[in-house]
């Protein structure tokens, strides 16, 4: 791969009537002169806007704006003796990731054959964690045995909590890059695919994603395939749940994952580590709660058995959570041999807001209004943007544009437009576009992440208002993940001309062993994290936020891949492509 040039571009390209703005690196201090050239032809000239200092990128940085091409076709972009990578200006540019990033959470299913002729030559695989050795299996998983979450220091973070019982856990989607499987990021991952397809039916600006749009092995069922992976994930969240009569009935186990981190690559058929349930926790218990509630609303006209019984669920877990109101997940991390990642959870008003959300969506009954108003979970909205972590934030997305009759509906519409004001003033800060300013100037674990659903935060406002300049700035937030950034890199594997292909995964380990592929187009990396927490990326540490990034597959604190990741992704693909 050539030099970076000094000219950051969406290296996707622009569409014709979006916004269209370009980073120079540069020390000059005056505007300089840019062109842009077709075929070695000027069609559009013009001065940079000197930017000064980039503190996040370490760059002294010019902006170029050429918002006024509309002619489609292949350009680069020129300027301070620096040329551009060719990109495109065109229609339909965000289509085809629509597709991919939802064909990604295919490939993170376990339990199953992955055919190669869904996910593409050279991605096939054999079902893992089924009962099949050198697999334990995830058809009958015990509960972890007392002791095995006890720190050096003798803590027992599970309090002592024991259990015989052991649960058919098969199915569901890998996390990440690891082969544990946890619910509360699997919670807003399908949280997103359900809201990506219930905003596209509702607006009417895409296609609904129906039966036969994505490769997936259900396609020609009859039911819209987005929902079908979307029932992947949900059926192994209800299989989580704690059996009747057990202590703690009712809540939903935090995790199933592995007794150590297996090395990579390790197929996942190939894993050979005993597996266990982790402790229940009320985070894991209201995840449930609030995307059966969501997903009883959207499979009831194809499914009408399993709405009722995603609805039962819903409810069930919400009254278990509330019994139950403060059982966390702790930090495994602490522990010698984690084998997992701890997803742990100290505050749960988000995810309470979010479980009360949705069972109101749903049903409409005004117990749930009721626990949204006892529960305000001040700040709603926080400048890094919302994750699995925080979800509040996403179920106000949810109230402000779902249909119901919540009294206060208006209100809670304009806290999200007042919440994207504040982010698109942030925004224009940037000189690299995207919507992230971190108050710590910090970038967190899974920053790209986060500047996705900050821009669905923005394309929310957009709807809620009809404002095209709400669209604008998802648009121009867009080419910071695509190129427009401190390392010109492309955080998307298969857009771009310089795309993060090493992302960690114990499968689509490429750069470890050739016979195995890269992660499948579509695929989001993490994204730079100030912390440096991996041994690879631990040489950056100091580094300013932007450059703490490395395409390598040992770095997972700044380049995994991970369903709520891709989920982001896929959200705002669906927003920005057109049926
Ligand atoms: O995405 C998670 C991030 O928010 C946390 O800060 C981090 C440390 O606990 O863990 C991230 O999640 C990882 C999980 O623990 C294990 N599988 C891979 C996940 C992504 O890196």
């Known amino acids: 791969m050539t030099e970076v040039p000094r000219v950051r571009v969406n290296q996707v390209g622009y569409l ?43 760059l002294d940085v010019h902006v170029v704006r050429f918002d006024e091409v509309r002619e489609v076709g292949s350009f680069v972009l020129e300027a301070d003796g620096a040329t551009s990578d060719p990109f495109a200006v065109a229609e339909n540019l965000y289509d085809g990731l629509r597709v991919d990033s ?43 045995p007392a002791g095995h979450a006890t720190t050096a220091d003798g803590v027992d973070l599970y309090d002592g909590w024991t259990a015989g019982y052991v649960l058919d856990v ?46 997936v092995p259900e396609r020609g069922n009859g039911v819209p395939d987005v929902l079908d992976e979307a029932r992947w994930e949900l059926e192994w969240m209800l299989r989580m749940r704690v059996p009747a009569g057990e202590p703690y009935a009712g809540l939903v186990h935090h995790k199933v994952s592995d007794e150590r981190w297996v090395p990579l ?25 609030a995307v059966a509630a969501h997903g009883a609303r959207l499979f009831a006209p194809h499914d009408a058995a399993f709405a009722e019984q995603l609805l039962g669920a819903a409810r069930d877990a919400y009254d278990a959570a509330h019994d139950h109101p403060v059982l966390l997940a702790p930090d495994t991390n602490v522990l010698a041999d984690a084998g997992s990642g701890p997803y742990d959870d100290a505050d749960l008003d988000d995810d309470r807001l979010w479980a009360a959300a949705e069972l109101f969506l749903t049903t409409g009954e005004d117990r749930y209004a009721d626990d949204l108003r006892a529960n305000p979970c001040t700040p709603v909205f926080r400048p890094e943007g919302f994750d699995w972590n925080h979800v509040a934030a996403w179920a106000y997305l949810q109230l ?38 971190p108050t710590t100037g910090r970038y967190d674990w899974g920053s790209n992440g986060l500047v996705l659903n900050n821009l669905a935060l923005l394309a929310a406002a957009h709807e809620i208002t009809g404002d095209p300049a709400y669209r604008d700035a998802v648009l121009g937030g867009v080419d910071y993940l695509f190129g427009r950034n401190a390392l010109g890199v492309s955080y998307v594997t298969g857009y771009g ?28 990396s993490g994204g730079p994290n100030s912390d440096c927490p991996d041994p690879v990326s631990a040489a950056l540490a100091g580094s300013p936020a932007q450059c703490c990034f490395v395409d390598d597959i040992g770095a997972y604190g700044v380049n995994e891949m991970t369903i709520n990741w891709n989920s982001a992704l896929a959200w705002v693909a669906s927003y920005l492509a057109r049926g």
């Open 102 to 144: 939802l064909v990604v959470f295919y490939g993170q299913r376990s339990g199953v054959t992955i055919d190669e002729a869904l996910l593409g030559p050279g991605y096939g695989r054999a079902a893992g964690h089924v009962d099949v050795a050198p697999n334990r299996g995830d058809g009958a998983v015990p509960c972890l």
């Open 265 to 289: 690559p390790t197929l996942p058929a190939d894993d050979p580590q005993p597996r266990y349930l982790h402790r229940p926790s009320t985070a894991a218990t209201l995840n449930l709660a």
């Open 400 to 437: 402000a544009t779902v249909p119901s009759a919540l009294p206060e509906r208006d209100t809670v519409r304009a806290a999200v437009v007042e919440a994207a004001d504040a982010l698109r003033d942030q925004q224009a800060t940037q000189p690299f576009g995207h919507p992230y300013v």
């Open 170 to 215: 098969t199915g569901g989607w890998y996390d990440a890059g690891d082969q544990g499987k946890y619910v509360v990021n699997g919670g807003i991952a399908v949280a997103q695919l359900l809201g990506l397809y219930e905003r596209a039916l509702r607006t009417g600006t895409t296609d609904p994603l129906g039966d036969g749009s994505l490769r």
């Open 497 to 524: 001309t310089r795309d993060v292909r090493n992302q960690h995964s114990r499968w689509y380990a490429h750069q470890l062993d050739p016979s195995l592929p890269h992660p499948p187009r579509g695929t989001v």
């Open 16 to 58: 014709p009537d979006g916004p269209k703005a370009a980073t120079l690196v540069t020390d000059a201090t005056a505007p300089v002169p840019w062109r842009l050239l077709r075929d070695g032809v000027a069609v559009a000239q013009g001065e940079s806007q000197p930017r000064g200092h980039d503190p996040s990128a370490g």
